[in-house]
C-alpha cells in the first residue's frame, strides 16, 4: 500500500466513524421524538415538477442527519410524529389551545395546489395558517403574498424541509430558520411569522430553543390524515371528519408531491367543519 492510499483509507476511516457519530446522535434524537412507524418506502410522488419532499434527502448539505438507517417513514413529509406524546414535542403546541380549530398547510407554496387551496378557504370564508417552506417561498414569493392578502397567517417550515435539522448544532438550525425567514419577508415584509414547524415533526431540544430564540413558537398538530401518503381525497376526509374536536390543529399539505386529492378533501371537509366548528388562522400574538 503506498503512502497515498494509506492516507486516503485512514481519512475515510474518519469519515465513517464521524458519519457514525452523526448517525448515533441521530438515532438518540429520534428515539427521544419517538413511536415513530418503521422504515419504509415513501409515498413518492410522479409529478414532473416541483418539489417532492417524498423523494428527497432530508438535505444535501455537510453534516445533515443520514436517512438510510435511521430515517424516519416521512423522509422529508410531515406526518410520522401523529401518535407522539406531549414528552416527545418539548413544549411544541398541538392545539389551538381554544375551542376554535385550525387548518394548516405544510410544504408550499406550491403554484399547482395552493391557488386551489386558496380559492377553496376564500370560498368557506375560512383563514388557516401556511408553514411554507423556504426555498418554496422564494421561487413562488408572489403565493407567499397571496396568503397573506387573504388574511392567513405564516409558519416556518425550515429552507429545504430538512426533517434531521433538529439534530445539527444550533447554529445551524438557526441559520436555517433565518434563512426562511428572510425568504417570506422579501415576499411580505412585515407580516408576522411568529410560528416554526419541524418537518416530520421530528422535534428536538436545540430545535425548539432557536425557534423561540427567534420569537418563534413550535407549532405540531393534532390531527393527521398523513395525506402525504395519498391515500385519497375520500380517507384524507373521513379521517379529518372523525378525529376534529375542538381545539384541533389539523395537518394537510398543499404542496411536496401531488395534493390533489388534499385539494378534494378540502373541498369535501369545509362544509362539515365550518358547521360544527369555528375555524381560525392561529394567531400572531401566540402566548
Ligand atoms: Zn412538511
Known sequence: MTRGSSTARAAGIVTLVVAG?????????????????PPHS??????????????????????????????????????????AGGDNLFGAHSTTGTPRLALTFDDGPDPRYTPQVLALLSEYDVRATFCVVGENAQNHPELVQSIVDAGHTLCNHSWHHDVGLGARSADAIRSDLLRTNAAIR???????????????????????SVARQLG??????????????????????ATVLSQAEPGSVVLLHDAGGDRQGTVEALRRILPDLTARFELEALPTDPT
Do not use: C, F
Open 21 to 37: 457519530l452523526l448517525g448515533s446522535a441521530y438515532v438518540l434524537g429520534r428515539s427521544l421524538v419517538s413511536d415513530q412507524p
Open 42 to 83: 415513501t409515498g413518492a410522488t410522479t409529478s414532473a415538477d416541483g418539489p417532492h419532499y417524498a423523494d428527497q434527502p432530508s438535505t444535501g448539505e455537510p453534516g445533515a442527519a443520514p436517512s438510510s438507517s435511521a430515517g424516519p417513514a416521512e423522509a422529508g413529509q410531515d406526518g410520522s410524529g401523529r401518535d
Open 186 to 208: 422579501a415576499a411580505v415584509p412585515n407580516a408576522p411569522i411568529v410560528w416554526y414547524r419541524q418537518p416530520g415533526g421530528a422535534w428536538t431540544y436545540p430545535v425548539v
Open 216 to 237: 418563534m413558537t413550535p407549532l405540531h398538530w393534532s390531527v393527521d390524515p398523513s395525506d402525504w401518503e395519498l391515500p385519497g381525497a375520500s380517507k384524507i376526509t
